[in-house]
C-alpha cells in the first residue's frame, strides 16, 4: 500500500494570480447563492407595499445587467369619484395621508405619569397624536431594508407635496418613483454580488480548498494542517 500527501490550499492561501482565476470561474455561482436571500426579502417587501398601496407594476425584470418594469396600475379604480391611478394635489395627498400613511406611521405617543390607586392597581393614561407623527424611521413593511428604498419616494412627497414641483404629481407617478427605486435598489445588490471584492470575500469565509493551480478539491479532506 501506498500512501500520497496531496497539497491543497484554502483561497487566502494560493497566490493573488491563481484567487482571480478562481473568482472569475466562481463569479456567477457565487452571486446566484448570496443573492437567494436578498430576492426573498425584496419579494417580501414588494408583496407588502403593493398590498398597502393597492398597486402593482405589470411587469418587471432584475438582474444583474440591469431592471426595467411595466405601468403602474390599481385595482382600487377611484377615490372620492375621482380616477385614482391620476389622483394629484391635495386630493391625493388626502388619499395618502388617509389610506396608506396609516399603515407606516403612528402619532407620538404621550403617558401620565402612573400612581397606584386606593386598591393598589397602578393606573396611567395614555394616548397617540393624531397631530404629531413620529418619525419616518425604520423599516414598516417587513423590518428589512428594502422598506426603506421603496418608501422613502412616497415620504418625500408627503413631506414636500406643497410644493411647486410636487403638486403636478399623480399618484401613478409617486408609485413609480417607488417602484423604479426598489427595484435599482435590488439591481446594485446584483451588482456588488457580482464584484470582484464579494465574490473574493464570500470564497475566503468557504470551507473550501483548491489545488496550487486553482481547480478544486473535489474530495473528502480529513484534516488540515
Known amino acids: 500500500m501506498k500512501e500520497l500527501t496531496i497539497k491543497v490550499y484554502s483561497f487566502d492561501e494560493l497566490s493573488k494570480e491563481v484567487q482571480d482565476k478562481i473568482i472569475e470561474r466562481e463569479r456567477w455561482d457565487v452571486m446566484d447563492n448570496a443573492m437567494e436571500c436578498s430576492i426573498m426579502e425584496f419579494d417580501d417587501t414588494l408583496k407588502e407595499f403593493e398590498r398597502i398601496t393597492d398597486s402593482r407594476v405589470t411587469c418587471y425584470d432584475v438582474g444583474y445587467c440591469g431592471y426595467n418594469f411595466g405601468r403602474v396600475c390599481s385595482d382600487k379604480l377611484a377615490f372620492e369619484g375621482f380616477d385614482l391611478e391620476d389622483l394629484s394635489g391635495k386630493l391625493l395627498f388626502r388619499y395618502i395621508s388617509n389610506e396608506i400613511m396609516p399603515y407606516l406611521i403612528r402619532g407620538k405617543y404621550y403617558s401620565t405619569c402612573g400612581k397606584y390607586d ?9 394616548r397617540r397624536s393624531k397631530v404629531l407623527m413620529e418619525s419616518f ?29 410636487y403638486r403636478s404629481l399623480t399618484f401613478r407617478d409617486v408609485m413609480e418613483r417607488c417602484y423604479d427605486s426598489l427595484f435599482n435598489t435590488l439591481y446594485k445588490e446584483y451588482e456588488y454580488r457580482a464584484s470582484d471584492e464579494s465574490v473574493r470575500e464570500e470564497l475566503s469565509v468557504r470551507e473550501d480548498y483548491y489545488y496550487e493551480d486553482g481547480t478544486k478539491c473535489e474530495g473528502y479532506i480529513y484534516s488540515a494542517a
Do not use: H, I, M, Q
Open 118 to 126: 386606593k386598591n393598589g392597581k397602578y393606573t396611567y393614561k395614555s
Open 137 to 165: 424611521d425604520g423599516c414598516p413593511l417587513t423590518g428589512v431594508c428594502y422598506d426603506c428604498d421603496v418608501l422613502e419616494p412616497l415620504f418625500d412627497y408627503y413631506r414636500n407635496w406643497a410644493r411647486p414641483e
